[in-house]
Structures are given as C-alpha cells and as structure tokens.
C-alpha cells in the first residue's frame, strides 16, 4: 500500500544546513525542526515523532569532521543506527529512520532532500494501518 | 476495637516472584499482619472473588496488584479491585511497565497462536484449532478469557495511585511502602516509591568508572570474567545503570551481574530504552560509520537489552513487520 503523504519530521542543525529563518522554508516544510547541533538530538525524541505519528524521521548534521561541536554528528549516528536496530526488531523498516551529513549552510538542498526522503516513505507505504 | 484497614495482595501476568517478596519481609509480615485484614491473597490463603465483589466502593484501603495485563480475566479482576479500593499500589516490574511478560510485545498476537498452536515443533494440531473466548457445546456456554493483542502495564487499564517497582521490589522500599500506607505518610498520588536518580549514582562501582569509556566491542556477561570493582560498561558489558531508577538496593551489582532495568525509568523518563541509547551511544569508541554500525551489530539483540522490563509502555509499536 503507498503513502500519498507520508508524515516526515526533520531535524536539520543549523550550522551544517541554515537557521531556515526564511518565510519560504517556514512556510513550506513546517515539521522541520532546526537544532544547534544535531548532537542535541536525544534517542527519545527520535522516538517521540514515531510515537506522534511520523512515518519517518529524517536527520541532517554536518559532514565529517565538520562538526561545530567537533563530535555532535558522530553522537548522532551512533544513536541513529543503534535505533534502526530497535526499529527493525520492532518490525518496521529501518529505513524510516534516516541521516544525511553534509553542508550546505544555507540549506538550500534541503528541500530535494525531503522530497527525496518523502519519495522513500511514500514506497514504503504508512507506518500504521489507517483507521 | 477499632476494624483493621483491608488490604488485598493480588497477581496478574506474573511470576509470583513478587509474592515471595512480600513473603520475605520476614518478621516484619507479623507486624503487618497485625495491624491488617488480608482481605484477598491467592498465592498464600483462601479466599472467594465473590466476597470481594459483595465489598462496597473503598472497603479494601489498599490493594498491592503485582504482574501486566494480557487477558480480559485480569483486566476484570484489576477493575474491580480498583473499585473496591481506596488505593492501589503497581507492584513489581510487570505491573509498572510490563516487565518481562512484556517482550511478547515484540511480536503480534497472531504471531505467538501461530507458534504456540502451529509451527512450534512439539504442537500436533491438525485441525488448526485456536482458543475461542466463547463456544458452544452440546447447548452450554463454555467461555475462556479473551488474550489481547498486548501485553499492558497496570495503568492502561486503571488508575494507579502508587508505583513500586522492582523484579521483585526489594524488601526494605516493600516495608516502607505498606507502613508509610498503614501511618498515612503517603507521597503525592502517582509516585514512585523509590529514590529519583539513576542506579549509577547509588553503584558501590561508581568510583571505579574512567574519565572516558571507549567501547571497541561489546560482551555479554558470561564471555568474560567481570572484574568485581569495575564499572561494568568500562569492561564493555551492557549495563543499564545510566537509565534505570536506583532504590534496588544494587542486588545484581554487588553479584556481579550488570544492571537489567527492572527499577525502570528515572523520573520524567518514558521510554527507557531511547534514553539508554542516549547513554550509551556515545561510549562507542569509532567516529567511522562502518566501524561503528560493526560494533552495533555485535551486540546480541539491543532492543531486548533497552526494553526487558518496559516494552509494554512503547505504545506506538505498530506490528507492521516491514522488515
């Protein structure tokens, strides 16, 4: 079954992809979430946008040893694959859970980036079954 | 004379292990026994639930209500203690999150009648038969309780006005708990009647934990010979200490067994096992995607680690097997 529009929340840090303080990005992609370093990103509330009806979660952190606070986005990835696992073993896709590390400072990319996210969950179909 | 408060001690999905916790209160039972009328308790005396249900609103002053929620049987007994009662203690691990019976949250209800009246290699069931809650026969009503989807901690299915929690609770925060209800020296209504911090700051090895722990590859317990005065995550060993409330009295610890979780989230935490991942992640010693998805993998079912006593309380488990 596809997802028309799968519910996609995005923590973005805004050192690697922009503060996102423009009307445009406001406007267009309200569930993206800017933090000052996606090291802030906690494993709960990954969990918390499952839990609130996210069918996928999408985080974007600085590239590789770019990371203004040095080790935040190395955190972040061990926390991200560690919950893939626990997602897996709950029996959703791991895949839902995604990270790209890059930068773009004025996050211009984020928009494709989403799409192309939003592309993947919509495959995958909606996390629950409708009611 | 006066009556005697009325207490009940009742079980759910449980072990008994609770049970036998109250049990070695020692003498200090006698006290307790003294001073209350054990109105209902299956495991140690004989009592109807016909007098119960005869009791009106608030008879019992207090009912210790220990194991999860699987059935309609338990939920209608949980019910109507919590309407015969003036409070209602959540004992032992399974009552406050789920506990162990819990991790059959891992798979659907589907899955588990499947195994158990199917595909497990021992089952002979050539017709295919599953446990009906309602059959007929020969003009009678036979009736079984209805086995959920889930597996619930107590406070899905009623209001709980204390949480001890603990596989089992140890017997001191037990005794607290029963005379602080017997003086009237109660909390606020929904705490938890056990120490707020995490296990790691009561841990008789906190000193021993090094400035920075590096994690190159995890071990479970019984493939190395733990070093008794070492911080158990220092010597790679999965310990959940930096999540889970202290109050156990550090019984695995101090036996040089890591810590489980059975005392649950520290306060204000709901999902224990995100928070532990929180904790734990960073330990990881690699900066290196691959290397450090290599170092994840190794250990041998994490989800089973972060949820073994509290997955009932993730809620939001859908059951789609995708993957």
């Known amino acids: 079954m596809k997802n028309d529009s799968p519910k996609l929340i995005c923590f973005s840090c805004k050192f690697g992809w922009g503060y996102l303080d423009t009307n445009i990005y406001k406007n267009q992609f309200k569930d993206v979430i800017p933090v000052t370093c996606s090291g802030t990103i906690d494993a709960t509330h990954i969990m918390d946008a499952f839990k609130n009806g996210a069918d996928g979660v999408l985080v974007l952190g600085c590239a590789d040893k770019a990371c203004h606070f040095q080790t935040g986005n190395d955190q972040t990835r061990k926390r991200i694959l560690m919950l893939r696992n626990v997602l897996q073993a709950f029996g959703i896709d791991p895949l839902r859970l995604q990270f790209v590390f890059n930068g773009d400072p004025e996050g211009k990319q984020i928009p494709a980036v989403i799409e192309k996210t939003k592309q993947e969950l919509k495959n995958l179909g909606p996390l629950r079954p409708a009611s | ?323």
């Open chain 2, 1 to 323: 004379m006066a009556e005697k408060p009325k207490v009940a001690i009742y079980w759910l999905t449980a072990c008994g292990g609770c049970d036998e916790a109250i049990v070695d209160l020692n003498e200090a039972i006698l006290t307790v026994a003294d001073a209350v009328d054990i109105v209902l308790w299956p495991v140690a005396m004989d009592f109807k639930y016909a007098s119960i249900r005869k009791m009106k609103k608030g008879d019992i002053a207090l009912t210790i209500l220990h194991g999860a929620v699987r059935n309609s049987e338990q939920e209608e007994m949980a019910k109507l203690l919590r309407e015969k009662s003036q409070l209602v203690l959540a004992f032992g691990a399974c009552a406050c999150f789920g506990g162990t019976p819990g991790l059959a949250n891992f798979r659907s209800k589907e899955d588990i009648f499947n195994w158990v009246y199917q595909d497990a290699p021992t089952v002979v069931n050539p017709k295919r038969h599953r446990p009906q809650p309602e059959v007929s026969m020969n003009g009678d009503k036979l009736t079984l309780p209805e086995f959920f989807e889930r597996v619930h901690p107590l406070n899905h299915v009623i209001d709980i006005d204390y949480y001890l929690p603990g596989c089992p609770p140890p017997p001191q925060l037990i005794a607290n708990a029963v005379f602080a209800v017997l003086e009237g020296k109660l909390p606020p209504r929904g705490a938890t009647l056990a120490p707020a911090k995490p296990l790691c700051d009561a841990c008789p090895r906190n000193a021993s934990k090094p400035e920075k722990i590096e994690i190159k590859e995890f071990k479970r317990i019984h493939q190395v010979e733990a070093k008794e005065d070492l911080c158990f995550l220092a010597q790679g060993v999965i310990c959940l200490g930096p999540a889970t409330r202290s109050g156990c009295g550090e019984t695995c610890i101090r036996t040089n067994v890591p810590c489980r979780g059975c005392f649950g989230p520290v306060e204000g935490v709901d999902d224990v096992g995100a928070k532990f991942i929180s904790a734990l992640a960073p330990l990881i010693d690699s900066e290196n995607e691959e290397e450090a998805k290599k170092i994840i993998d190794g250990i041998a079912d994490l989800a089973g680690y972060c949820y073994r006593f509290s997955l009932p309380s993730v809620t939001w488990i859908p059951h789609c097997k995708e993957k």
